[in-house]
């Protein structure tokens, strides 16, 4: 049977990768007697021929130290080759007839640009280091603008994988001897091959299944004690995230190696990014600068205020402030307060943005006055109050044209919507647009 039509080896034995020569010899004797075609009836034969040669091809390879490495490595006992890597370079990566050098996969995936775990341009020792770092663990954590302004410590309950305390990640006794893994060659991992199109391939290291990326193999019964040759062992702790005052949403903080740790590897990082909590939103943060919205009376608008608290900031202080006099305040004016916005991330003078105040007057509803006398009062006091008409402005007072009209007051969002200029050959206009 062809090794390249082969099911996998381990499964027709029934074994793990890790299974030693041992092992393999007992498994297949086993099944190659409980399979052999003579030990069957005659209605059973040929299913038994069948899987009896099945059985003697996964022995023929995983008895083979290299052919069972090529298949770890490649998924072919034969290694790999320019047409679909398998069985195609005469035992190894030269050509059968010796007349051209040898071509090893190497030099195969430096002619088609170093691609390497699916990244072209990165060469085989990149991805070596690469697969020397466990993952790393991500979170995510929801915080207000107050947060951000204040700072803030976030404690999170973590559980991961360490390496056994009692053999240092061995995952055997101190005493046990060792030897070299034949499926690595004691390098602790596998480099794996994929084709992705014409001319194009990937490749990855991954940890070596056999050695479980220790490059080394012990006898089963020198397992520690401890993690029953695991090598690991859960932790669990709290871990501190410090967000700093000034911090912006979408900010990630690092904490350096706390993710899972592996024999051979150095731990991955635990990142947590920030994300913004819904709210009730009083302020509006643009940069390092914040926008709020005053509210005052038509009275305070216009003959002004003192002493006034407008607002509660985001530290829970309570702001107030004092008009000048005479000074009227008009709607869509802003009050600047320096140095009261956000503070600037890794200041080390603690400065911080400005506080900008959008002035809303408040005017009074319809019919607010109790007497006729009160609006009177009013009229004498305002400036500009005088009754005032076009006519007198006209030279020419032989009007005799004049027209009652009625009204009704509208606001912003019941304005006409109108199209620019140069869109106006497009299509149809909005309400209240005219075409010339």
């Avoid at 992705?196 to 990937?202: A, D, N």
């Avoid at 479980?212 to 397992?223: E, M, N, T, W």
């Avoid at 320096?338 to 003078?349: A, M, R």
Wanted: charged share 30%; proline share 4%.
């Amino acid at each position: 049977m062809e090794s390249s039509q082969l099911s996998d080896p381990y499964q027709v034995l029934g074994l793990e990768r890790s299974a030693t020569s041992i092992e393999i010899k007992k498994a297949y004797r086993k099944l190659a007697l409980a399979h052999h075609p003579d030990k069957v009836n005659e209605e059973q034969r040929e299913e038994s021929e069948i899987k009896f040669k099945e059985i003697s091809a996964a022995y023929e390879i995983l008895s083979d130290e290299t052919k069972r490495a090529n298949y770890d490595q490649y998924g072919d006992a034969d290694g790999p080759s320019m047409n679909g890597f398998g069985g195609g370079f005469g035992g190894g990566y030269g050509y059968e007839d010796g007349g051209v050098p040898d071509f090893g996969p190497d030099d195969f995936f430096n002619f088609f640009g170093g691609m390497s775990g699916g990244h072209p341009g990165m060469n085989g020792e990149e991805a070596r280091r690469r697969a020397t770092k466990t993952e790393d663990a991500k979170l995510d954590v929801n915080v207000t603008l107050g947060d951000l302004y204040n700072g803030k410590t976030v404690k999170i309950t973590s559980s991961r994988s360490i390496l056994c305390k009692l053999c240092h990640g061995e995952g055997v006794k101190s005493s046990a001897k060792s030897k070299s893994c034949g499926s690595c060659n004691g390098e602790g991992y596998m480099r794996k091959i994929k084709r992705v199109g014409p001319g194009m391939v990937t490749q990855e290291y991954v940890d070596c299944s056999t050695c479980k990326g220790k490059g080394k193999i012990y006898r089963s019964k020198d397992k520690c004690k401890k993690c029953n040759g695991e090598t690991l062992e859960e932790e669990t702790k709290i871990l501190e995230f410090i967000i700093e005052k000034g911090s912006n949403f979408g900010d990630s903080i690092v904490l350096r190696n706390e993710s899972d740790e592996a024999y051979g590897k150095e731990a991955g990082d635990v990142i947590l990014t920030i994300h913004e909590k819904s709210e009730n939103k009083t302020f509006e943060r643009i940069q390092n600068d914040l926008y709020a919205d005053l509210k005052i009376s038509l009275a305070e608008a216009l003959c002004g205020f003192k002493d006034k608290i407008i607002l509660k900031h985001l530290d829970d202080r309570l702001l107030k402030i004092s008009t000048p006099t005479g000074k009227v305040l008009k709607p869509n004016d802003f009050l600047k307060i320096s140095g009261e916005g956000f503070p600037i991330k890794n200041s080390y003078t603690s400065k911080k943005g400005d506080l900008y105040l959008k002035v809303i007057v408040e005017f009074p509803p319809d019919n607010w006055f109790a007497e006729r006398a009160e609006i009177q009062n009013v009229l004498n006091i305002l400036p500009g109050s005088k009754k005032h008409n076009i006519v007198d402005d006209l030279d020419d007072l032989s009007i005799n044209n004049i027209d009652d009209v009625d009204f009704k007051i509208v606001n912003y969002d019941q304005l006409p919507e109108y199209i620019e200029e140069d869109e106006q050959d497009q299509g149809p206009q909005g309400p209240g647009c005219t075409q010339q």
